[in-house]
């Protein structure tokens, strides 16, 4: 069983920065892909942002290009998300997710999270 445990959510001033993690635990083969997802109750889900474990190529939604930046270092199992110059419409809960990917074609909107974390939250205040 996959279990994926994010950190880093918080609140910050417009313009400012934060850095989520997301520590992955369980897998025993090589065949998914990690991204980042986000919604708030009575909020429709936004896929935000994912990168192929395998070579490292990375998919983004319109909304967060130039801002975001998802990386993986592969030695710690870890996921991050950098995100600078956050905006009021920022404001979410964060999921880290993982999707079955066997074949590494799928990109950000192909997604479809087979495991997810239990959320953190970003605050972004005007």
């Known amino acids: 069983q996959v279990q994926l445990v994010e950190s880093g959510g918080g609140s910050v001033q417009a313009g400012g920065s934060l850095r989520l993690s997301c520590a992955a635990f369980?897998?025993?083969?090589?065949?998914?892909?990690m991204g980042w997802f986000r919604q708030v109750p009575g909020k429709e889900r936004e896929r935000v942002a994912h990168?192929?474990?395998?070579?490292?190529?990375?998919t983004y939604a319109d909304s967060v290009k130039g801002r975001f930046t998802i990386s993986q270092d592969n030695a710690k199992n870890t996921l991050y998300l950098q995100m600078n110059s956050l905006q009021p419409e920022d404001t979410d809960v964060y999921y880290c997710?993982?999707?079955?990917?066997?074949?590494?074609?799928?990109?950000?909107?192909?997604?479809?999270?087979?495991?997810w974390g239990r959320g953190t939250q970003v605050a972004v205040c005007s």
């Open positions: 990168i192929n474990t395998d070579s490292g190529a990375t």
């Open positions: 369980g897998h025993t083969d090589n065949s998914y892909c």
């Open positions: 997710v993982e999707a079955w990917d066997p074949w590494r074609w799928v990109q950000l909107d192909a997604m479809i999270p087979r495991y």
